[in-house]
């Protein structure tokens, strides 16, 4: 059974850094793209970030340059570290583990091909 926990989240100021972290377990970590997702209260859940199984990394637009996503498959372990944050950054913040090697041509607007999630963690960023 795939279990997958996101850490990290928190309060913080316009400008400043947070790092969140995921953990998965149940599956071949090593094998299978990993995701960042998030969602503002009345918004739809957008893809942040994803990694391939090879550390091919890809972003969205409005966190390009400033968060970087990272994975340790022998923690199985993914991170996303957010730099410069923004108010618009505010959102629950999603761990998904797809179900590939590789992420998915939608993965930045469609949570599909991400069959495993975690419950999710908050940032919330003041202005």
């Known amino acids: 059974q795939v279990q997958v926990v996101e850490s990290g989240g928190g309060l913080v100021q316009a400008g400043g850094s947070l790092r969140l972290s995921c953990t998965a377990s149940?599956?071949?970590?090593?094998?299978?793209?990993m995701g960042w997702f998030r969602q503002a209260p009345g918004k739809e859940r957008e893809g942040v970030s994803c990694?391939?199984?090879?550390?091919?990394?890809y972003y969205g637009d409005t966190v390009k340059g400033r968060f970087t996503i990272s994975r340790d498959n022998a923690k199985n372990t993914l991170y996303l570290q957010m730099n410069s944050l923004k108010p618009e950054d505010t959102a629950m913040y999603y761990c998904?583990?797809?179900?590939?090697?590789?992420?998915?041509?939608?993965?930045?607007?469609?949570?599909?091909?991400?069959?495993?999630w975690g419950q999710g963690t908050q940032v919330t960023v003041s202005s």
């Open positions: 149940g599956l071949s970590f090593d094998g299978y793209a």
């Open positions: 990694i391939r199984w090879d550390f091919r990394t």
């Open positions: 998904a583990a797809s179900s590939s090697a590789y992420c998915p041509a939608s993965w930045s607007s469609s949570v599909m091909g991400f069959p495993y």
